[in-house]
């Protein structure tokens, strides 16, 4: 069961600091949260952590770790990369346990240069999240770069077909 007011935290698994892939996460974040009634917290953009990403314990890794594991809703977003997610999130994503995002809902969130990569967000995202124990909302968001224009009206369709989500979880 979701909070009454909701924290929403986006995390950017983008090997390019200020990423476009930043700014689609940071935009549904906030988004997501006002449809469901609760704040965003600021994004987490991962390449800001470096090589901290690859070393147990680090103090900045610990922070973004605390920053996730507040939230109620996490948009964990990465551009398609060979067809996959970047390494930058799953070397976030190994400092979590197997189960520990259990109670959180995940927007699984992806970018690629055309609709052709579509079913990493399906095929690699997900079960990833779903792994670490977070309940994914069906469907997930995938975005085409050259749409960028269009992201408020894809942003609005989605928490339109997702809304009834948030009252269930």
Known sequence: MLNEYPTVV????NPHAGSRTLHVVDTAAQVIAAAAGGRQSSSIDLVELGGDLFRAGAASVTSALEQVMQADILV??????????TGVLKAFCDHIAAGQLSGKLAVPLMMGGSLQHFLALDVHLRPLLVELGATCLTPGLYVVETELEQLDAQLATYVTTVRAAFARA
């Open 10 to 13: 986006g995390v950017c698994g």
């Open 76 to 85: 964990v977003g990465s551009p398609v990369y060979k067809a996959s997610y």
